[in-house]
């Protein structure tokens, strides 16, 4: 599967879970897969092939708390305990952003699209875990609709509140573009939610990894596992030294070698070394092999 695997650009679920279980040598299933995405671990993303409508926005902070501390700082009877207490609660309060809408509405093309885990799709991904799981679904509603990841920002998915008024429309020499023939009017980013309102959720679509996220989670576990703490250099070094030595000073020639037996060899050869030390090194090796080759 590995140079199968170095051609495709993604992964459906069913592969991705089959893909990370050769990758760590345990059984991941579908379920781990999405658990994975929502704990924020492996990007997901989704496959969309029908047409939909989305507009672009970006997450921008209020600057209300803060505009309120520099309307203070202009003043003169404000005393520097009060200024240095209000900079003090403006640092500790939780960031908040809101998202700003920019641009016309258009269609989407079809294509792969990050999911930012923000919004909607958030939902439609713990919906469909909870599935996998075996367990009954919860009811949530986000009112803000879905996202997608697009460069610095997002685009946000809506759908209109009558299709058969929506219609692109050819001004030549003067306009074109989404007309809301209800209002008679082109729609853009003033006036598009008086025809369009946030999807519900990201129908009719296909939700996959791509290669390169799956491939980032796996050298992230490699470079952060657990077993990795006790893996150095050195240690690599000696064990690489005393496995040729094993190989080499057997007295046995045709001796077809399997893990535990070079192991034994090894300890038996080395007093440093300890079976359980040695375990750690060819279980990160192994790992490393088979995501690599």
Same mark, same amino acid.
């Given at each position: 599967m590995n140079k199968l695997f170095k051609l495709k650009e993604w992964l459906t679920l069913e592969e991705t879970s089959r893909r990370l279980t050769t990758s760590f040598q345990e059984s991941v299933s579908v379920a781990d897969c999405l658990q994975l995405a929502l704990d924020g671990h492996i990007k997901i993303s989704a496959l969309i092939e029908r047409s939909k409508y989305g507009i672009f926005c970006k997450e921008e902070p209020p600057a209300i708390i803060s505009g309120f501390v520099e309307f203070l700082k202009n003043r003169d009877d404000i005393p520097d305990e009060i200024l240095r207490a209000a900079e003090e609660s403006?640092?500790?309060?939780?960031?908040?952003?809101?998202?700003?809408?920019?641009g016309n509405v258009f269609s989407l093309?079809?294509?792969?699209?990050?999911?930012?885990?923000?919004g909607a799709e958030r939902l439609d991904i713990l919906h469909l875990c909870a599935e996998k799981q075996g367990r009954e679904p919860a009811t949530f509603i986000?009112?803000?609709?879905?996202?997608?990841?697009?460069? #610095? /920002?997002?685009?946000?998915?809506?759908?209109? !509140?009558?299709?058969? &008024? %929506? *219609?692109?429309?050819?001004?030549?020499?003067?306009?074109?573009g989404l007309f809301d023939k209800e209002k008679n009017k082109y729609i853009d980013e003033n006036n598009y939610?008086?025809?369009?309102?946030?999807? #519900? /959720?990201?129908?009719?679509?296909?939700?996959? !990894?791509?290669?390169? &996220? %799956? *491939?980032?989670?796996?050298?992230?576990?490699?470079?952060?596992?657990?077993?990795?703490k006790s893996v150095t250099l050195n240690g690599c070094l000696e064990i690489i030294g005393t496995m040729l030595d094993a190989?080499?000073?057997?007295?046995?020639?045709?001796?077809r070698w399997t893990q535990d037996a070079l192991k034994n060899e090894m300890t038996d050869k080395r007093s440093s070394l300890s079976s359980r030390g040695i375990d750690d090194y060819?279980?990160?090796?192994?790992k490393l092999y088979k995501s690599t080759d």
């Open positions: 403006v640092k500790s309060f939780p960031a908040q952003t809101k998202m700003h809408h920019f093309k079809t294509g792969v699209y990050d999911l930012p885990m923000i986000c009112l803000e609709g879905p996202f997608l990841k697009h460069k #610095d /920002g997002f685009i946000n998915i809506i759908e209109p !509140f009558n299709d058969k &008024n %929506i *219609e692109w429309k050819v001004d030549f020499g003067v306009k074109s939610y008086k025809a369009f309102h946030p999807a #519900d /959720g990201l129908r009719d679509v296909e939700f996959i !990894f791509r290669r390169e &996220n %799956i *491939e980032a989670f796996e050298n992230s576990q490699i470079d952060d596992g657990e077993g990795n190989l080499k000073n057997t007295s046995s020639k045709g001796k060819f279980s990160l090796s192994n």
